[in-house]
């Protein structure tokens, strides 16, 4: 079993994934800036973080084996500059390769970097006007995600919903593939859990929907 940090544990696909791997026996590092709600387990450790903040991160990363980053934020966020995305990440992406932590696995969302390419004409317009700032921002995320040189997979899911696991999700890892969907944050959470022994996807950013 790894020891595996979740960053943004406390709520969304972050809370439904540290859940999950706990129910997989892996040993869970909670780091969020409000503690999730999860009932006392010895193999959870919650550690209060800010992504933002470099030192926090370090202490963080140190001693685990794998790092799933999970951050979101909301409507009203995505109003001004978004930078959350980004900042973290290069926080995070130092902090690993500092400690020798060499895998990664992170959610972006279906619209970031070249996956945009593949949004139709009747929703691209909507998309940008609504979440162009956030996305601009995953995009940048990707780029330092992928130049990093860590062991990273990054997971890009349509259209979140709160329905249950039921792991008939599709992973679509060829471009031509690639098109919008729906997919649950428990779903998202199955893959990201089963990424944490599985191989085969490193350096590939697949998209995730039904």
Do not use: C
Not at 1 to 23: D, N, Y
């Amino acid at each position: 079993m790894a020891r595996v940090l979740i960053v943004g544990a406390s709520k969304g696909i972050g809370f439904e994934t540290t859940l999950q791997a706990l129910a997989a026996g892996h040993q869970v590092r909670a780091f969020a800036r409000s503690a999730p709600r999860i009932k006392a387990d010895p193999r959870l450790e919650i550690v209060k973080g800010n992504a933002l903040k470099a030192a926090d991160l370090e202490a963080a990363v140190e001693g685990v084996d794998v790092v799933i980053q999970t951050l979101g934020i909301g409507f009203s966020d995505m109003i001004g500059p978004v930078r959350l995305f980004s900042d973290s990440t290069r926080h995070l992406v130092a902090a690993m390769q500092k400690h020798g932590v060499r895998r990664l696995i992170a959610v972006t969302g279906f619209g970031a970097g070249d996956s945009r390419s593949s949004i139709n004409l009747l929703q691209y317009g909507p998309f940008v006007l609504v979440f162009g700032r956030a996305y601009d921002d995953k995009s940048r995320q990707e780029k330092l995600i992928k130049e990093s040189g860590l062991d990273w997979t990054i997971a890009r899911p349509g259209v979140l919903t709160n329905g249950h696991k039921t792991r008939e999700y599709r992973v679509l890892v060829d471009k031509k593939d690639w098109r919008n969907g729906l997919v649950s944050r428990e779903d998202v959470a199955d893959f990201l859990v089963r990424e944490i022994d599985d191989r085969s996807l490193i350096g590939k950013a697949p998209v995730l929907i039904y």
